[in-house]
């Protein structure tokens, strides 16, 4: 079964380094919907929006003998995949617009998240 065009997926993502092995899967899972011609979103939210805070995927490798998480993320962003970061994170790490990784897209509040969340076909988090 193939996902229609007018179909949309909200990757949530909650994590940040401590959780190595969950950075992966939503990128892929992501990429795949995607190549489906899905409308695909990441959402990172909590300590997860410190991944996208320069210095750090660029520096930071899921498992050893991997690409840095930066390679996946932009291998996600070639397929059309929306990348956000949710604006409480800002306010709890003191950071500003300026201090994220230019695959970031946008800075969005929590009321993004729930209409996007209830637009959508499907819902995933991490």
Known sequence: MFLL???KVVFVITHGEEYKERLEPPLHLATMAAALD???MLLYTMSAGLLLKKGVP???F???GKNPYIETLRETKEEGVKIYV???VLEMYNL??????????????GMFLVTESLKADVVYTF
């Open 5 to 7: 065009p007018e179909q």
């Open 38 to 40: 899905a409308e695909v």
């Open 58 to 60: 660029e520096n930071l």
């Open 62 to 64: 899921p498992m050893k």
């Open 86 to 88: 949710c604006s409480p």
């Open 96 to 109: 500003s617009r300026e201090d994220f990784i230019d695959e970031v897209d946008d800075i969005v509040g």
